[in-house]
């Protein structure tokens, strides 16, 4: 399941979920007493357009290096989501000196190795879950349901 069409969009739906709440509790304890819950609102809007931003970014880079893996490699495996991280994480970070690149490169490859091992563990789960049942031989088909 390519990133680009399924998983892009459940990452898209836990990054917005998770920078409403956080910038959501960061404007209520920012607010004053009586004015917290519109506070809160007023903060994740503010917010929304760099968290969108930001999002992009980091999905396009994304996107962008898991096709290069997959054309270099000529394969269709985990490590391309993984080794695509490693290098986004990066490339994303590099402004911010050679520890915190090596730093954010490493965190973002062991985000996706995880999200690729669940996804894995899952599609195991579920295909046990689908196996077609074998009829004990002796035994009887049922008979279907009579019509009334």
């Known amino acids: 399941m390519p990133l680009t069409t399924f998983g892009a969009r459940r990452l898209t739906v836990f990054k917005v979920i998770g920078g409403c709440v956080w910038h959501g509790i960061k404007g209520f304890r920012n607010s004053p007493i009586g004015e917290r819950g519109s506070g809160a609102v007023l903060a994740i809007k503010a917010r929304a357009p760099v968290v969108g931003g930001n999002f992009g970014v980091w999905g396009g880079l994304l996107s962008f290096y898991d096709c290069g893996i997959k054309h270099i490699r000529k ?10 991280g ?42 046990t879950q689908n196996k077609p049942m074998a009829i004990p031989e002796g035994a009887e088909m049922p008979s279907p349901p009579l019509a009334a």
Do not use: Y
Request: hydrophobic residues 50%; charged residues 15%.
């Open 75 to 84: 394969r269709e495996d985990p490590w391309n989501a993984i080794i695509a």
């Open 86 to 127: 490693f290098f986004t994480g990066g490339s994303i970070a590099i402004r911010g000196g050679w520890k915190h690149t090596r730093n954010s490169a490493i965190t973002c490859a062991c985000v996706l190795g995880v999200f690729e091992g669940v996804g894995m563990m899952f599609q195991r789960w579920i295909a």
